[in-house]
């Protein structure tokens, strides 16, 4: 059984870690999806423009190969508690398929590159291959109040975040958004608490260098990325 890509998404993330967790986290987190070749037919996109949100069914590839398990240990639980598989979102699953819900804000359908679509809330690296677009049906697809184990929201502790004027300045407004909202969710494993280590990701053209005090996220600097 093959599938071929249709599209690769883009955003300010080319690197795993720092990348919400989860869907809808950070709709300030821009991203845009590109056609491949094949697949540049504006008429393939006729009425998407009439749905706010859209499901992206998605390749882990570029997140490195791995083996699958029947159980793993998440590492927003601490990664000491062992969960099967199919009870979590890891990716290290017998295939290599990711869904997410991403919030549809620009269709531009006959561009140079072919259909563009810009979407926000995205938890894809960049770079990130893309299997299928289908439309969200919020009647169908739904239920606030459907039991979540220790991932629902009672379990999601905020972090309070710092960035100093002048890393902010580094930043577009959005982009901005984005990286705090990043930051409030807390990147490191459940199993890091260590409150003089300071952590990095890339964001954009910066490494983003952060510590965890007190609950608050507290950025040191962000480095330019050598070109």
Not at 33 to 59: K, V
Not at 109 to 116: D, E, I, Q, S
Not at 142 to 149: I, Q, T
Request: charged share 25%; with cysteine.
């Amino acid at each position: 059984m093959e599938y071929q890509p249709i599209a690769t998404i883009h955003n300010d993330f080319p690197t795993k870690f720092g990348l919400p967790r989860q869907s809808g986290l950070s709709e300030h987190l821009i991203s845009q999806i590109i056609m491949e070749e094949p697949y540049r037919n504006a008429d393939a996109f006729r009425g998407i423009e009439a749905f706010e949100y859209l499901w992206l069914i998605w390749c882990f590839d570029n997140m490195g190969k791995r083996e699958w398990s029947p159980t793993v240990r998440p590492p927003k639980l601490g990664g000491n508690k062992r969960m099967g598989v199919f009870a979590t979102r890891s990716p290290n699953r017998p295939n290599p398929i990711g869904l997410t819900r991403v919030k549809l804000l620009k269709a531009e359908l006959n561009t140079p590159k072919g259909p563009v679509l810009t979407v926000g809330g995205a938890d894809l690296m960049d770079g990130t291959l893309i299997l299928d677009i289908k439309p969200y049906l919020p009647y169908a697809d739904s239920v606030p109040d459907a039991a979540a184990g220790e991932y629902g929201p009672q379990y999601q502790q905020l972090l309070e975040v710092q960035i100093p004027d002048e890393v902010a300045a580094l930043f577009t407004e959005e982009q901005l958004s984005a990286l705090k909202e990043a930051l409030s969710f807390d990147p490191r494993p459940g199993y890091q608490s260590d409150p003089d280590r300071v952590y990095g990701f890339r964001y954009g053209s910066f490494d983003v260098r952060f510590k965890v005090v007190d609950q608050k996220a507290i950025v040191t600097e962000a480095v330019p990325l050598s070109k």
